[in-house]
Each structure stands twice: as C-alpha cells, then as structure tokens.
C-alpha cells in the first residue's frame, strides 16, 4: 500500500492545481475525520478510478502542435522571414497557454481569448482579397478563421446555433 501511495502522489503532483487542490483537500478533510488510512485508501482509489477519465479529456481537448491546414493557411509552409517567425512564435504561444487552461485564471483566459481573436483579426486584414467578388473575399475570410479556430479545438457547424 506504501508503494501505491507514493506512486498516487507522484502521479497527483503532476496534475492542474485545480484537480490536485480538490483531491487534497478532499484527503484532508478525510484524515481529520477518519483517520489517514481512510485518506490514503481515497488518494489510491481516486488515481486508479478517476484520473484516468481525467487524463482521457485533457487528451481530448490538447493542442499537440500546430495543424498542417494552420501552417500552411498562415504562414504559407514557411518560416523564412522575420514576420513568418514572429507570427508562429505567436501562435505556438497561444498553444501552449491554451493547453495550461485548467491552472488558468479567469483574466488568464480572457486575455488568451483576446489574444486569438486579434490574431485572427491580424490574419484577415493580412489577406489579399484584391479582384475577389464579394462573396470569395467572405468565403476566404471565413475559411481563414476556421483554420485558425480549428488549431483551439473550436468546431461549430454550419447552420448550428
């Protein structure tokens, strides 16, 4: 049982704050009110039941890396100017707080929102929409901005509300 109480707690360590800070306290308020050997059983029971299910949906919903359409749609499968490094710089930034949202702060979170969107915004001003029609230059914007809501696991149908 000392074994699996270690490794519960290594395994724990490694998780949000979010998740550690409820399981904790859980554990705690278990060892105050009956005993440490109800608590421990709870900490190996939680990471041999739960944290697998937790893993499975952090897994879901993780950016690993940039998407080839993203890549190619915004930097053009290039990185050879100063822009093009700085823009991926950026978005691989914004991946990576993404992937920190369980520890975030609300403000955190707001402040990645809006960093997106002015990405997003920055790369349809970017677009040469000279001699298109109306309706390419709309196609082209919204395909754009998909690309880029697709690398954050933002799907949406069209015609859905």
């Not at 550690?20 to 990471?47: H, P």
């Not at 041999?48 to 299910?53: G, H, M, Q, S, V």
């Not at 915004?121 to 040469?128: F, P, S, T, V, Y």
Request: charged share 20%.
């Amino acid at each position: 049982m000392f074994a699996a109480l270690l490794h519960a707690r290594k395994v724990l360590s490694l998780q949000p704050e979010c998740v550690r800070f409820d399981v904790y306290r859980t554990a705690t308020v278990l060892e105050q009110n009956q005993g440490s050997q109800r608590a421990n059983a709870f900490l190996i029971s939680f990471c041999k039941k739960a944290l697998p299910r937790l893993e499975l949906v952090a897994k879901k919903y993780e950016c690993a890396g940039i998407n080839s359409n993203v890549s190619t749609a915004v930097f053009g499968g290039h990185f050879d100017t100063e822009l093009m490094q700085y823009l991926a710089s950026r978005m691989v930034n914004m991946v990576a707080r993404y992937n920190r949202l369980p520890d975030m702060s609300r403000a955190d979170i707001d402040l990645l929102a809006a960093d997106i969107a002015n990405f997003i915004r920055a790369e349809l001003a970017d677009i040469d929409d000279t001699g298109f029609s109306e309706l390419k230059t709309l196609y082209t914007w919204y395909m754009r901005a998909g690309f880029i809501s697709l690398q954050f696991n933002v799907t949406r149908r069209i015609g859905s509300v």
